[in-house]
């Protein structure tokens, strides 16, 4: 999704509790990293890779200047042959440390009390890194659906009800863009701002960054 999409999403969304919660959520995020300076780790469940925030960040983190939004994607089927960013597997949330930040992207939503019978979770494996990196002193976000075993251990969290006007792939747009804008000195913001747009506008052709 380009700057100029997500401009006229926002216009759309003007009015809601959308453009609020994911700025907030996006200033947490901003706060973490930039005040800890330990770095942003970001990981998603075995089905659901969020490479494409990872890309989005990355590009963020360029066109604001503000370095500690580049995130290291920690993936679950993660290789010693893949290309060293996506490289990183499961292993990398044991040795988060006090300091980091540890972004957890999940679509899927825990069974209601009537599914207790059902057996383990078969995200219990995250759920334990997540909780041993939290215990670790990591600072935890979450976004996904509001059911969630996940939430229970952020220190931030954003729900994507399901069924919602928007889905997850959308707010995380919404995020990776607040989190860069956020970060823009308040001096000649809006000259800033219309910079920033003008370098995505440059973006808008260019195809998906390499080896994402």
Same mark, same amino acid.
């Given at each position: 999704m380009d700057a100029v999409r997500v401009a006229l999403l926002r216009e759309v969304l003007a009015g809601t509790e959308w453009l609020g919660a994911t700025r907030r959520f996006a200033g947490a995020l901003r706060g973490s990293v930039v005040s800890h300076g330990g770095g942003l780790?970001?990981?998603?469940?075995?089905e659901y890779e969020p490479w494409h925030l990872a890309a989005h960040l990355v590009d963020e983190a360029a066109w604001s200047g503000t370095?500690?939004?580049?995130?290291? =994607?920690v993936r679950h089927d993660a290789r010693p042959t893949d290309p060293a960013h996506l490289a990183v597997g499961l292993g990398r949330l044991s040795a988060a440390r006090r300091g980091e930040t540890l972004?957890?992207?999940?679509?899927?939503? *825990?069974?209601?009390?009537?599914?207790?019978?059902?057996?383990?979770?078969? $995200?219990?494996?995250?759920?334990?890194?997540?909780? &041993?990196?939290?215990?670790?002193?990591?600072?935890?976000?979450?976004?996904?659906?509001?059911?969630?075993?996940?939430?229970?251990?952020?220190?931030?969290?954003?729900?994507?009800?399901?069924?919602?006007?928007?889905? =997850?792939?959308?707010?995380? $747009?919404?995020? *990776?863009?607040?989190?860069?804008?956020?970060?823009?000195? *308040?001096?000649?913001? $809006?000259?800033?701002?219309? &910079?920033?747009?003008?370098? =995505?506008?440059? $973006?808008?052709?260019?195809?998906?960054p390499a080896g994402w």
């Open positions: 780790l970001l990981v998603g469940t075995e370095p500690e939004l580049t995130p290291t =994607l972004l957890v992207v999940s679509p899927w939503q *825990s069974p209601g009390a009537g599914a207790s019978g059902s057996g383990p979770s078969p $995200h219990a494996p995250l759920l334990e890194r997540v909780s &041993d990196a939290r215990r670790a002193g990591t600072t935890i976000l979450t976004l996904g659906p509001e059911e969630n075993d996940l939430t229970s251990m952020a220190h931030e969290a954003l729900a994507v009800p399901a069924p919602a006007e928007l889905d =997850l792939d959308t707010v995380q $747009h919404l995020v *990776s863009a607040a989190a860069g804008e956020n970060a823009l000195p *308040s001096p000649r913001g $809006h000259r800033r701002l219309r &910079d920033r747009l003008a370098r =995505l506008a440059d $973006h808008l052709t260019a195809p998906p």
